[in-house]
């Protein structure tokens, strides 16, 4: 059997982005793309509403771009992000820092909301010192800021 060719309602994995015309196996179409509406037969009219939703999501992609980008220049406003936290003689941290205690310390500072997973961090911090940590705020933006952790007053 040949393959078909459909318009891609959705970014589909590993197959196209949106108002893509691709050729798929009529299996495929038929019993994945098409019944949940991730694409359609490519008729005049419904090239054309993919063609204006195209040009909607490409502007609203810019948009939150440039709120990211200046986002990114307020976070560098700041050299650094200090936390203070209880540890003991060696250092070794009494739990963990996570992005969510990043993201909340950073988010005060700034005065705009952070969400964790916008903080890139391979694992949690357990130890006192200084690390750099990478913000991605935006697909085309990262930033890094300074973060030193401080051992507790007591």
């Given amino acids: 059997m040949s393959n078909i060719k459909l ?5 589909v994995d590993k197959l196209g982005d949106i ?4 050729s798929v196996k009529p299996g495929y179409a038929r019993n994945f793309l098409l019944p ?5 037969i490519p008729t005049l009219g419904e090239i054309k509403a993919m063609q204006r939703k195209k040009e909607l999501l490409e502007k609203q992609y810019k948009e939150e771009k440039l709120t990211a980008e200046e986002l990114a220049k307020k ?8 936390i203070v936290a209880s540890s003991g003689a060696a250092g070794k941290l009494f739990g963990r820092i996570t ?25 949690s911090i357990s130890e006192l010192g200084e690390y750099e940590i990478k913000l991605k705020l935006h697909g085309e933006v990262i930033t890094q800021i300074k973060l030193i952790v401080k051992k507790e007053d007591v």
């Avoid at 976070?75 to 200090?82: A, Q, R």
Wanted: proline residues 4%.
């Fill in 36 to 40: 949940n509406g991730l694409a359609a």
């Fill in 7 to 11: 318009l891609l309602k959705e970014k």
């Fill in 99 to 123: 992005p969510k205690d990043i993201a909340e310390k950073l988010t005060s500072l700034i005065g705009e909301n952070i969400d964790r997973k916008q903080v890139l961090l391979k694992r």
């Fill in 75 to 82: 976070i560098s406003e700041y050299p650094s992000l200090s």
């Fill in 19 to 22: 108002g893509e015309i691709v």
